[in-house]
DNA sequence: AATATCCGCAACCGCTCCGAC
DNA sequence: CGTCGGAGCGGTTGCGGATAT
């Protein structure tokens, strides 16, 4: 039994809004402001939701709003943001006066997300494509039909876009490469698990057909890696038949793309990893996302830490903080 | 010039959160 | 403590303009 709609949408008008409307919603919220959004229709006059009037005065009518188009600052704060938290667009506009979640979730998916994938960045995990290619290979355990079916919830844009990582970026905005924090991986859980049930077969082909057709050069022999079924039967970062290390070393060139990136680590990220709902306890968090970071990344290469101890020293982590995935029972 | 395709944005949908009762 | 309903959120859709054929 849902919940009753919030007004009887056979009797609302939808669609665009004209400018009447508008005037008759900034009319309302000089005299009375903003809230009970359900009441605004009607004390406006308007056949419309409130909750569509809410909208169109959030995502437009505000007059705190900038409409002009997103500077290379904002763009890069979004997407040092999305990668320490995810799809959280609220959170990100917080930080960016003028902005509204919907503009940043647009500006996200039309723009961003596509540069990423030139990259060779999967934007999901902010992670280098071949290894999002080669975390989904080396979840261990698996047997051969259900690994190349993983590989049907691999990101199909990133699949069909051009998969060749470049050093240099041609608009000259190579963007903050994030490292990988403990939320980006238990964000690649998320993100990529709830695919993993589904009956992928007919999908399979297609997707093993474009990695490796859309794969040259560089890195062809990391995805023709991962094309081989065969190499699927064990992938673990510890198995004698592939090594993690040296994989991850052949894409190293990827994490020096600039050095001034924006790092973090897991102690800048307060936030709660499985943070879904809608809680308030990220805003905070992500205050001291973008700063202290870069002094982790640095100390660590002092310490003589590798990035690629660092992902293993992640995997460990993730391997500990998540057994449940580790048992043979967790069944995909 | 006409048509098809692509792209960006505004708006909608369905869900969760959370305060009031 | 449970229910209700408003508010807010993220994902998705669809329209209209731009561009390609």
């Not at 919907?102 to 494509?129: A, E, F, Q, S």
């Not at 003589?304 to 500990?320: K, N, P, Y």
Request: hydrophobic letters at 30%; proline letters at 5%.
């Amino acid at each position: 039994m849902g919940r009753p709609p919030c007004c009887d949408k056979s009797n609302v008008k939808r669609g665009l809004w004209t400018p009447e409307e508008d005037a008759k919603i900034l009319a309302y919220v000089a005299n009375h402001g903003t809230g009970n959004w359900t009441l605004v229709p009607k004390k406006a006059g308007l056949n419309r939701c409130g909750k569509s009037c809410r909208l169109r005065w959030t995502n437009y009518l505000r007059p705190d709003l900038k409409h002009d188009s997103f500077t290379p600052q904002e763009e890069e704060l979004i997407i040092n943001l999305h990668g320490a938290i995810g799809s959280r667009w609220s959170l990100i506009a917080r930080r960016l006066p003028g902005r509204t979640d919907n503009d940043v979730k647009n500006y996200w998916n039309t723009k961003l997300r596509k540069k990423l994938m030139k990259m060779g960045i999967d934007p999901v995990t902010h992670k280098p494509v071949s290894q999002v290619l080669s975390d989904l290979g080396s979840i261990s355990g698996l047997p051969n039909s259900t690994t190349t079916n993983q590989m049907a919830f691999v990101n199909k844009d990133l699949m069909m876009s051009n998969m060749v990582p470049t050093k240099t970026e041609p608009s000259g905005s190579n963007k903050s490469m994030v490292e990988n924090t403990q939320e980006d991986q238990v964000h690649s859980w998320e993100h990529h698990f709830p695919y993993q049930v589904l009956t992928t077969e007919n999908v399979q082909p297609h997707v093993f057909s474009e990695a490796a057709s859309s794969t040259s050069s560089s890195s062809s022999s990391n995805l023709t890696h991962l094309g081989s079924p065969q190499s699927y039967s064990c992938q673990t970062p510890h198995c004698s038949s592939f090594d993690w290390s040296e994989f991850l070393h052949s894409d190293s060139f990827m994490w020096s793309l600039n050095p001034s990136s924006l790092v973090q680590s897991e102690a800048d990220l307060s936030i709660n990893a499985k943070s879904n709902g809608h809680d308030k306890q990220g805003v905070a968090s992500i205050e001291g996302c973008c700063g202290a970071g870069m002094e982790y990344q640095t100390k660590k290469q002092c310490e003589g830490h590798s990035f690629v101890d660092g992902i293993l020293d992640r995997d460990s982590e993730l391997r500990a903080a998540f057994p449940e995935l580790l048992d043979a029972s967790f069944d995909y």
